[in-house]
T-cell receptor, first 114, second 113 residues
Framework: DGGITQSPKYLFRKEGQNVTLSCEQNLNHDAMYWYRQDPGQGLRLIYY???????QKGDIAEGYSVSREKKESFPLTVTSAQKNPTAFYLC?????????????FGPGTRLTVL | QKEVEQNSGPLSVPEGAIASLNCTYS??????FFWYRQYSGKSPELIMFIYSNGDKEDGRFTAQLNKASQYVSLLIRDSQPSDSATYLCAVNAYGGSQGNLIFGKGTKLSVKP
C-alpha cells in the first residue's frame, strides 16, 4: 500500500517541551512539505524539501526545525520557541516539487499544548 | 503578498442541485490550480487540478479556469450529502521548480437531503 503516514495522530505537549512529528512516505516522491492548519484557516507552509539533505523555510518557519536524511522521511520538530503550537499539522509529498506537481497529504497530527 | 481568496460559506444546496465554489487569486503569473476536499477532522484529498484556461470535467466535478480574470471555480453536479465538506482552493504562484502551493481558507459546503 503506497501512501503517507504521520505519527502520532494526537500529541500533547507541555510548555517548554520540544516534540517531533513523524512523516514517512513510500511513494518514491522527491519533494515533501509540512503545513500547519488552524481552525477556519487555510494551510500555511512551514518547511519544504525537494531533495535529500536540503530543505527551505516556508512562510511560518520560526519555532520549527526539520531534517531530510532519507528520501522517505521528513520529521518536523516543534520547539519551545514556537509560542502557539496548538494546531493540525499536515505532511504532504509530490513527485518532484515542480509547478505542476500534485501534492498528496498524510492523515495529519493534532498537537495540543497543555 | 500572494493571496488566494474563497468565500468561507457555509454554502448550502439541496441534494441533486449544482454547487458552485469560487476562488480568486492575486498573482497573474500563477500556473497551476488545485481543488482539495477536506472532511471535518481529516486531511485534504485532491479533487481536481487544472492548468489551462477553460473547463475540465471529471465525473460530477468540473473545474473552470479564467486566467484573465484570475478566477477558478469548481462545479459539483447532482450534489450528494456525502459532498458536504470544506473545499480548499490551492494555487501555485511561483513557477519553475518550486512546487509550493498557496491555499485559500476554504468554503464549507452543506448538501441537505
Amino acid at each position: 500500500d503506497g501512501g503517507i503516514t504521520q505519527s502520532p495522530k494526537y500529541l500533547f505537549r507541555k510548555e517548554g517541551q520540544n516534540v517531533t512529528l513523524s512523516c514517512e512516505q513510500n511513494l518514491n516522491h522527491d519533494a515533501m512539505y509540512w503545513y500547519r492548519q488552524d481552525p477556519g484557516q487555510g494551510l500555511r507552509l512551514i518547511y519544504y524539501s525537494q531533495i535529500v539533505n536540503d530543505f527551505q523555510k516556508g512562510d511560518i518557519a520560526e519555532g520549527y526545525s526539520v531534517s531530510r536524511e532519507k528520501k522517505e522521511s521528513f520529521p518536523l520538530t516543534v520547539t519551545s520557541a514556537q509560542k502557539n503550537p496548538t494546531a493540525f499539522y499536515l505532511c504532504a509529498s509530490s513527485i518532484s516539487g515542480v509547478t505542476t506537481d500534485t501534492q498528496y497529504f498524510g492523515p495529519g497530527t493534532r498537537l495540543t499544548v497543555l | 503578498q500572494k493571496e488566494v481568496e474563497q468565500n468561507s460559506g457555509p454554502l448550502s444546496v439541496p441534494e441533486g442541485a449544482i454547487a458552485s465554489l469560487n476562488c480568486t487569486y492575486s498573482d497573474r503569473g500563477s500556473q497551476s490550480f488545485f481543488w482539495y476536499r477536506q472532511y471535518s477532522g481529516k486531511s485534504p484529498e485532491l479533487i481536481m487540478f487544472i492548468y489551462s484556461n477553460g473547463d475540465k470535467e471529471d465525473g460530477r466535478f468540473t473545474a473552470q479556469l479564467n486566467k484573465a480574470s484570475q478566477y477558478v471555480s469548481l462545479l459539483i453536479r447532482d450534489s450528494q450529502p456525502s459532498d458536504s465538506a470544506t473545499y480548499l482552493c490551492a494555487v501555485n504562484a511561483y513557477g519553475g521548480s518550486q512546487g509550493n502551493l498557496i491555499f485559500g481558507k476554504g468554503t464549507k459546503l452543506s448538501v441537505k437531503p
